[in-house]
């Protein structure tokens, strides 16, 4: 079954920024786009400078996966994007949060608090150590008990988000830090995966074991099936029972 998947990256960093031009020609959503292509996939793009911030309604409600990257520009994003995309959320579309997405106004919302922690940036970044602690989840599939990212930047506790329905990834770095770097969530009937490694001046959305993992949570966020109730409010006029008769 294709999976339609939309990746929105602000794309201000490329526009700005000769470093990450270099490293990214087609924009970090270009390269998200070429290493997840596959058959079951419909990839679309958009970024905040495009015509509906990237993201129109004819696009967003066509959309079964979301993925979410963002860094300097999350005050730019207007509240009434963030208002539908919560509102696709809730009613069952899968959302991927790629690395400073972690601050976006989306991500924030969807939790309920600021999503604090602690990093570092470096010009030669800091050895990251992805350890898989739930190696049975879907996520997980296809991949070593660890992997590495070479040059990342270090993202560290205490990190500032509820507590995740499952915890997939913890990373070590170099550094000596550690942090939950693959956390899922449930909000109303849609799936949440936030994924830390993806800093824009590192070459790591070129990374194929990255696109593993982003394609193994687009496959896991897409709604299973779309039975039953969105969970809206629900006014139920009529009780499923009859009144109980009164006792003598």
């Known amino acids: 079954m294709t999976i339609k998947v939309t990746i929105w990256n602000e794309g201000r960093h490329e526009q700005l920024h000769k470093e990450v031009q270099e490293i990214y020609p087609d924009r970090i959503d270009g390269a998200i786009a070429a290493g997840i292509k596959h058959p079951d996939f419909e990839i679309r793009r958009g970024t905040l400078d495009d015509p509906d911030e990237g993201l129109p309604d004819s696009v ?108 997939v990834f913890i990373s070590w770095y170099s550094g000596g830090e550690v942090f939950r770097s693959g956390c899922t969530f449930q909000r109303g009937r849609g799936r949440i995966f936030f994924f830390s490694p993806g800093h824009e001046t590192y070459p790591i959305y070129h990374d194929r074991i990255i696109h593993k993992v982003i394609s193994n949570g687009i496959r896991w966020a897409k709604q299973t099936h779309t039975d039953g109730r969105i969970l809206e409010n629900w006014h139920r006029a009529e009780p499923i029972h009859g009144r109980p008769a009164k006792r003598s």
């Not at 509240?79 to 949060?97: A, P, T």
């Not at 600021?114 to 570092?120: D, K, M, P, T």
């Open 60 to 167: 967003l409600n066509d959309t079964d996966v979301l993925l979410w990257w963002g860094h300097m520009a999350h005050d730019d994003v207007s509240d009434g994007l963030i208002d539908r995309v919560q509102q696709r959320v809730l009613k069952g579309m899968g959302l991927l949060v790629l690395h400073s997405g972690h601050h976006s106004k989306l991500f924030r919302r969807l939790m309920g608090t600021n999503a604090n922690l602690s990093w570092r940036e470096t010009p030669d970044g800091d050895l990251e150590r992805v350890w898989v602690v739930n190696p049975s989840h879907p996520i997980a599939e296809g991949l070593p008990p660890y992997f590495e990212v070479n040059a990342s930047e270090m993202y560290g506790e205490p990190f500032d988000i509820p507590q995740p329905d499952e915890l």
